[in-house]
């Protein structure tokens, strides 16, 4: 009995903890199933009501899978919708999808020389370089960013033409850049000036019928369909008019494309140049999208061209070596002008075959482009050899050089031709009696005078506040870059294309205060200062201390703080000494004068044995005094009416004029004694 009251005990007991286990067990499987509570309940948050509602809510349903039907109907609809667009859109969808590949083509350049920059020149390479150099003497540092300047110089090559129109225009203004950037860049960019791919004919007949309304038969007579010259934004055809049968014209018809592409190319460049700019703190090249943003639309509309065209003759009314064609009508992407014969400036073997000196060409040119900037304030700011004919004539008798000057008549035996309007700067009053200065102080060499012109140039409002914030620590950031560069001397070497030593070398030691007519008064001065000839030694000197990270950088923070006006007279300058560069006439040997038994193929060949090589530096010596003199004279000139206006009484009014009547005389003196 006792026995089975034990066992029953047990079972009990038993049974108790069972339940008790199941009572448990239940109760935490309810409170896992209720919705979780807040433990914050002072945060009512988004996220904890909607825990709640998605705990205490009813289930998602189970995704499923579509069936074979569903996805051809999507398909079908989606491929019906884009041949729809492009069936009634084709113009805009070709264009995106052209926009899109030019773009990423840029966007992808550009990452991959930022790439390439960034990791080649990486900061325990360039340490363990600049240490090796220190120690043994070397320049491996300087060749190994000549390496990635050319590597990066030739992706942007093939980009640039890849893209065409306005990236080749881009191409050609980098290339003309020879003093402010690395020579593997404007090296490597040279290729561009002739390799422009023409319009066709087709389009070129599109281009007349959207702009005039007509066919190109009810406006011509006889049309060239072979382009007898391509550029960048345009193409130039023979033709003769309908109205004037005789008359024989250029007809300058733009690229149909730039119309649409040149926006989103100028705004794709900024672009780029805002994302480059983190990377490369030390380069500012904003100055170049900015202005790309400016001049080209001005290029792009040739009825401004052709009130260039207008301004610019009316300058040089009654000038009997320049000439500037005729323009008959225009219209926004058209221009037809009156049809010139003649040779490219740079073509030396037909200056030989009419005895055409180089020496002379370039002289009119400089006292052409002096008088642009120094007196008229309107420059040509284009002038590649393209765009420069030499038009030979027969000089007559009575044609020698004094007496044809004072009585206005043509005393050399061609005319210089100017093409190309499209891109003009008009330079403010005060800027350019600021040049008008620095340039006297310059040939003069007066260094307090160019420091003091230099600050005033520095000093020009800008459109930005971020460039004015620059202009103030200018000086500080140079001294950061390398303690010896000075602000003004590296403008005046940016602006002249001659190292600061050169431009010190003073032929006179006269007062520096005297008139700007003093620097005439030595004819000895022509191998001193700007003057003298520029030699092969000299250029290359210029060239490497460009290529040099250093003076690369400094050259680039002094471009982003210039008034856009003075980046393209910069650039002006340097077109022209690539012209003489052509020509033959800034090397120690340059071309001579025909007449005086010097050969006129630019090369400083000799026609006769007794002509030797110092003979011809003596000559070219002296033709590039009278070359500067014209510039002082300019000049002069400019500051003799600032002068005149500001005159409180008749004797200052009269020594103004005085002033300048003295470098007249000595021109005179000088078209007597120079060769």
């Known amino acids: 009995m006792s026995g089975l009251q034990a066992a029953m005990s047990k079972q009990s007991s038993c049974t108790t903890v069972w339940k008790t286990c199941s009572h448990r067990l239940s109760s935490t499987i309810s409170a896992a199933a209720q919705p979780p509570t807040n433990p914050f309940p002072r945060i009512s948050s ?115 033409q890849q893209n065409g129109g306005v990236y080749i225009k881009l191409g050609q203004h980098l290339n003309a ?37 007509s066919e190109l038969e009810e406006l011509f007579e006889n049309f060239d369909e072979t382009p007898i010259g391509v550029a960048s934004l345009a193409q130039v055809h023979y033709a003769t008019l309908k109205s004037n049968k005789q008359q024989p014209v250029a007809i300058k018809i733009q690229h149909p494309e730039l119309q649409s592409d040149a926006p989103m190319d100028t705004a794709l460049c900024a672009f780029i140049v805002r994302t480059i700019k983190p990377i ?120 020698f050089s004094i007496i044809s000057k004072l009585l206005g008549l043509n ?93 010190a070398q003073e032929g006179s030691k006269e007062d520096t205060n005297a008139p700007s007519t003093a620097f005439l008064s030595d004819m000895n001065a022509s191998s001193a200062g700007l003057a003298s000839l520029r030699t092969q030694h000299e250029k290359t000197t210029v060239i490497q201390k460009v290529a040099k990270r250093k003076f690369l950088s400094a050259i680039t923070k002094i471009m982003a703080v210039l008034p856009r006006e003075v980046l393209l007279i910069i650039k002006t300058n340097d077109i022209l000494r690539s012209v003489d560069r052509r020509l033959g006439v800034t090397g120690s040997a340059g071309g001579g004068k025909s007449g005086k038994k010097v050969g006129c193929g630019g090369g400083g060949d000799s026609s006769d044995p007794e002509v030797d090589d110092q003979m011809i530096q003596d000559i070219v010596g002296k033709r590039m005094v009278r070359r500067f003199a014209w510039m002082v004279w300019y000049c002069s000139v400019a500051i003799r009416d600032e002068r005149m206006q500001r005159a409180e009484n008749v004797i200052q009014w009269g020594e103004a004029w005085m002033d300048s009547f003295g470098v007249l005389v000595r021109l005179l003196v000088m078209e007597v004694i120079a060769p």
């Open 411 to 503: 005393p050399y035996n061609f005319e210089m031709v100017l093409l190309d309007h499209g891109l003009y700067r008009s330079i403010p009053s005060s800027l350019r009696l600021d040049f008008c200065h620095l340039w006297i102080a310059l040939i003069r060499f007066d260094e307090a005078k160019v420091k003091h012109y230099a600050g005033r140039i520095f000093e020009v409002p800008t459109r930005t506040s971020s460039v004015t914030e620059s202009k103030k620590g200018l000086t500080a950031s140079l001294k950061e870059i390398d303690p010896n560069i000075d602000p003004h001397r590296l403008f005046a070497s940016m602006l002249t294309g001659r190292p600061w030593n050169v431009i």
């Open 46 to 160: 988004f996220a904890h009501r909607f825990a709640l509602a998605s705990a205490s809510g009813p289930k998602l349903p189970r995704f499923k899978r579509p069936s074979r039907r569903s996805v051809s109907l999507t398909v079908f609809a989606i491929g019906a919708s884009a041949f729809a667009l492009s069936f009634l859109y084709p113009d805009q969808i070709e264009w995106l999808n052209k926009a899109g590949t030019r773009a990423s083509r840029v966007v992808w350049t550009s990452l991959s020389i930022a790439a390439d920059y960034k990791w080649a020149l990486r900061s325990g390479v360039v340490a363990e370089l600049q240490r090796a150099d220190e120690a043994d003497g070397t320049d491996r540092l300087e060749e190994l960013y000549s390496v990635v300047h050319r590597r990066s110089a030739e992706k942007m090559l093939h980009v640039f």
């Open 280 to 399: 490369f703190p030390e380069f500012e090249l904003m100055w170049l999208a900015e202005e790309m943003a400016v001049a080209l639309p001005q290029e792009l509309d040739f009825r401004m061209e052709a009130a260039n065209i207008e301004t610019v003759r009316g300058n040089f009314r009654g000038d009997a070596v320049f000439f500037v064609p005729n323009v008959f009508w225009a219209t926004k992407r058209i221009l037809v002008e009156e049809f010139v014969h003649g040779v490219k400036v740079d073509n030396l073997a037909a200056m030989k075959v009419h005895a055409i000196d180089p020496l002379d060409i370039s002289e009119v040119l400089s006292r052409i482009f002096s008088k642009m900037l120094f007196w008229d304030g309107f420059v040509h700011c284009d002038p590649h050899p393209g765009n420069i004919i030499i038009r030979p004539r027969t000089r007559n008798w009575y044609e």
């Open 177 to 213: 850049l020879v003093y402010l950037l690395p020579f593997e860049y404007t090296d490597t960019f040279k290729v561009l000036q002739d390799q422009c791919p023409p319009t066709p004919m087709k389009s070129v007949r599109e281009v007349i019928l959207s702009e005039t309304g």
